[in-house]
């Protein structure tokens, strides 16, 4: 288990306990965190479970792939550290991972 923090638009937080191998958007949607939508269930076909990753564990985290920036596309508000939830993996080395949803999916 890995720890994961999401923080919704409004500021509340959620301190998730996340199973390794799953994803930040699998814990989001199971835990019933507002604002990731997650249309396509996973599949990097939309870019409705947008997020900023915290600044100190973009480099951990790392860059999107080529599939999921052409997806990033189609999100609004997109900075440097957005990144689709449904592409991060939990792992050990992302225990206590902290991510912020967006006003507004797109």
């Known amino acids: 288990m ?3 923090t999401i923080i919704a638009f409004d500021g509340t937080r959620y301190e998730l306990a996340a199973d390794e191998g ?3 958007m699998e814990n989001a949607v199971r835990n019933s965190v507002p604002g990731i939508d997650a249309e396509c269930g996973g ?3 939309c870019a409705t479970c947008h997020v ?3 600044e100190a564990w973009t480099e951990k985290v ?6 999921e920036e052409d997806m990033l596309d189609f999100a609004v508000d ?3 550290n957005s990144r ?3 592409q991060i993996k939990v792992t050990a080395a992302l225990d206590g991972l902290v991510v912020r949803v967006p ?3 797109g």
Do not use: H, N
Request: with cysteine.
């Open 22 to 24: 799953s994803t930040v």
């Open 62 to 67: 790392g860059a999107p792939s080529p599939m």
């Open 52 to 54: 900023y990753v915290d």
């Open 2 to 4: 890995a720890q994961l």
């Open 78 to 80: 997109v900075q440097p």
């Open 84 to 86: 689709l939830s449904c």
């Open 103 to 105: 006003e507004r999916q």
């Open 43 to 45: 599949a990097c076909a």
